[in-house]
Nanobody, 130 residues
């Protein structure tokens, strides 16, 4: 069964950086390469919102407008791990971050929301202090 485990969250001062990791297991090598991996975040009292996505079939990446230029998603195929490098963090970035996966050649459309993914990790907390 596919499992996703996030790590790398923690406390960081505003303006600082963190790198989140999403380790995937249960995928075959070929299936992982055909999968799309996304990052979502959830603020207190709100629904999960999309942050970024990478489609391994073509290597294309996507970002929510508020993180463009600050966050970078990448993948290590050998380790079956997807990363989210977060720079210039601000107070509005504080949330629980989740990674999600779907066996698809493309990232799910924005309109699909969280329903576009089939597998989810447990989340990792990112706290930003002023």
């Amino acid at each position: 069964e596919v499992q996703l485990v996030e790590s790398g969250g923690g406390l960081v001062q505003a303006g600082g950086s963190l790198r989140l990791s999403c380790a995937a297991s249960g995928f075959t090598f070929d299936d992982f390469d055909d999968a799309a991996i996304g990052w979502y975040r959830q603020f207190p009292g709100k629904e999960r919102e999309g942050v970024s996505c990478i489609s391994h079939s073509d290597g294309r990446t996507y970002y929510e407008d508020s993180v463009k230029g600050r966050f970078t998603i990448s993948s290590d195929h050998a380790k079956k791990t997807v990363y989210l490098q977060m720079n210039s963090l601000n107070l509005e970035d504080a949330a629980v971050y989740y990674c999600a996966a779907v066996l698809s050649p493309l990232c799910p459309p924005v309109v699909a929301g969280a329903a576009g993914y089939d597998y989810w990790g447990q989340g990792t907390q990112v706290t930003v202090s002023s």
